[in-house]
């Protein structure tokens, strides 16, 4: 898609979608996902939250499920809101890589 076919949407989006937007394509840019780390050897090389082993697939399995942000952020009290929007906008961006997790979880 070209960046001229995007415009017109662009250009509809509110401000805070518009400043979603522009963070998405900054972090892109950057290769960098901020409060997001990958280690080789902790949680088998998987995309988790920052400091800890929670996967960013888990809490899209979880919320595929029907949890809540608010019950993700209780259940797991080192959370915060932030890495929520975090996990979130890796796994909508990392799309197939998030499926590939799910997958190899559920059959295992």
């Known amino acids: 898609m070209m960046l001229k076919d995007l415009q017109t949407q662009l250009l509809a989006l509110s401000p805070n979608e518009k400043t979603q937007a522009i963070q998405l394509l900054v972090t892109s840019l950057g290769n960098g996902w901020s409060g997001i780390e990958r280690t080789p050897g902790v949680m088998g090389g998987d995309a988790c939250i920052r400091q ?3 996967p960013v697939w888990l809490l899209v399995s979880l919320r595929q499920q029907g949890a809540t942000e608010a019950y993700l952020l209780e259940d797991y009290p080192t959370l915060t809101a932030a890495d929520l929007v975090n996990a979130w906008l ?4 990392h799309h197939e890589e998030i499926e590939a997790a799910l997958a190899r979880q559920e059959a295992a």
């Open 52 to 54: 800890t082993r929670i």
């Open 90 to 93: 890796y796994a909508e961006t």
